[in-house]
């Protein structure tokens, strides 16, 4: 509230301001969605800003001021109250973890680099991690989550078999033609051939159900994209399904779009269009090279491995058949994979309409952008397996309620429906592991409707309510809230331990 005699918030920018909330919005942003000019706008904003009705925080982004508000209140739980009471209540002191961790090196890697994903953890932290583990050759080593496949790439080039599990099929199909190492190039080079030789002769077709599809392509692009699409092999050996994964990352190097991590417009580059037949055959040329510098570290290479397409919540694997499990799960509150890869969803036929896409979001664990149908069922704040969830799932729900203008009023019930999510996956991957053997884990803080979570250390504790011992949490780097661009976040490395006596 401003104070007496404060110019009021008109409604409009009022509006624009409550959508973003506390993620804030530049000038420019307001004076494109108010159609407003900036000199205008930021005089105003100067105004409301000295009576306390508005707020600047970081490189220019406003808020309104209760969004500014919610984390300097009294009953707010800072993170380093959250460290010390889990060095209290579970034993275990932070310590630092110091090597790469973001996926960021792999976009140029051998065989990383054939479906670069923006969610990806770095390849040389797995990497590191096997290394550590000092596993025996032909070990089987779990990636739950297995996205593009990171973990499961680094475990056989490390001599191991690698298994996975991974419910976006764009992921899943990236990360088990990533792993077939003994696909032969120059057969890949001369199937590209014919689907290029194949396209040339189309005559274009219809474009995915996208509603954006017309903005987000030139209209020459598009058409070419159909001919290629439809020259490509419809069967699901491993041929076809490499030639799938070259078309899939060509997507967005044609389009107006980029990943900056979300799905947005953009691109600096977007009116000098690239051309899809180049952009294929680029992609293909790449893929065989790294294939060609793959073969020569065949003899250490793992046994060829499994990329299940299904959710690691019923993931049933033989108890004790997995020797490591490595992985990062989504984030609480984080990105929303089905409209991030929705281009690919749609272009590769996964999805053909909207209710396709909506089934999948709700099939993976929670986002923020989850159906309030789905959430609906998980808006008690009672019945969750741990204290700490309650009390946070508790603040959420009445931040919301007397704040009434946050995004969404349910934004408690996603939370709790993200850390049901993830139980279930950390006891299955208990079962699965051999006695004694590790979960390593990349995980992230959150703040949300005026709230930390530190789910971190939540899902520590998860995974010590299962069964695990909590060897290490390890802070590996910071990074910044979505939410308040101004509050320092972090990505963690949670180490889980099925404990040595325990068959
Ligand atoms: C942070 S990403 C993993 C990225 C991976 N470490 C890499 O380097 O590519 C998390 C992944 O979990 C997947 N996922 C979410 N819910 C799932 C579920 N219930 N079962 C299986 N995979 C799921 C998402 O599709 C996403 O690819």
Redesign the pocket.
């Known amino acids: 509230m401003g104070r007496p005699g404060a110019p009021l918030v008109p409604r409009s920018l009022r509006r624009a301001l409550t959508e973003t909330g506390p993620i804030g919005s530049t000038t420019h942003q307001l004076s494109v969605r108010l159609e407003t000019p900036e000199s205008e706008l930021d005089a105003l904003l100067e105004r409301l800003a000295l009576h306390g009705d508005v707020v600047r925080i970081g490189r220019g982004l406003w808020l309104l001021a209760a969004y500014a508000e919610l984390d300097r209140r009294e009953d707010f739980h800072a993170p380093e109250e959250y460290v010390e009471r889990f060095a209290h209540e579970n034993g275990v002191v932070l310590g630092r973890y110091e090597g790469p961790i973001t996926?960021s090196d792999?976009t140029v890697a051998p065989v990383h680099r054939w479906w670069p994903?923006v969610?990806?953890?770095?390849?040389d932290f797995?990497a590191g991690v096997l290394q550590d583990e000092g596993l025996s050759p032909g070990s089987t080593v779990l990636?739950?989550?297995?996205?593009?496949?990171?973990?499961l790439v680094e475990a056989r080039r490390a001599g191991h078999r690698p298994w996975g599990?991974?419910?976006?099929p764009p992921?899943a199909l990236a990360?088990r033609v990533k792993t077939r190492f003994e696909l032969p190039s120059a057969r890949l080079l001369s199937q590209a051939r014919t689907v290029l030789r194949t396209a040339a002769r189309r005559t274009p077709s219809s474009v995915p159900f996208l509603r954006e599809t017309s903005r987000q392509f030139l209209a020459a692009t598009l058409r070419d994209l159909t001919r290629l699409r439809d020259a490509l092999p419809g069967a699901t050996d491993p041929m076809s399904e490499a030639l799938r994964v070259a078309f899939g990352r060509i997507l967005i190097p044609v389009s107006r779009l980029r990943r900056s991590p979300c799905l947005g417009y953009g691109r600096p580059d977007a009116d000098q269009p690239r051309d899809p037949f180049t952009e294929f055959r680029n992609a293909v040329d790449e893929m065989a090279q790294d294939l060609d510098f793959l073969t020569q570290s065949r003899s250490r290479w793992g046994p060829a491995g499994h990329v299940w397409q299904?959710?690691?919540?019923n993931l049933d694997l033989p108890p004790s058949s997995v020797d490591l499990a490595v992985?990062?799960?989504?984030?609480v509150n984080?990105?929303d994979?089905v409209n991030n890869?929705k281009l690919d969803l749609a272009w590769l036929g996964y999805a053909k309409g909207y209710a396709d896409l909506r089934r999948l979001r709700e099939?993976?664990?929670a986002c923020d952008n989850l159906g309030r149908a789905a959430v609906r069922p998980h808006l008690g704040t009672d019945d969750v397996p741990d204290r700490w969830l309650r009390e946070i799932l508790r603040q959420i729900r009445s931040n919301v309620d007397q704040k009434r203008s946050y995004r969404r009023d349910d934004a408690h019930g996603v939370v709790k429906r993200y850390f049901l999510?993830l139980r279930p996956?950390l006891a299955a991957v208990y079962r699965a592991l051999r006695p004694g053997g590790r979960f390593r884990l990349?995980v992230g803080d959150s703040l949300l409707a005026g709230t930390y979570v530190p789910g971190d250390l939540l899902t520590a504790r998860l995974g010590a309510d299962v069964g695990f011992h909590i060897t290490a949490v390890d802070i590996a780097r910071r990074r910044w809230s979505g939410q308040r661009r101004d509050f320092p976040l972090r990505e963690t490395v949670v180490t889980l331990q099925r404990p040595v006596g325990d068959s």
Do not use: H, I, W
Request: without cysteine.
């Open positions: 996926f792999n994903y969610q990806g953890f770095s390849a797995v990636d739950p989550f297995a996205g593009s496949g990171t973990t599990t991974e419910l976006l992921a990360a299904r959710d690691a919540r992985t990062s799960p989504p984030y984080g990105m994979y890869y099939a993976l664990v999510d996956v990349v």
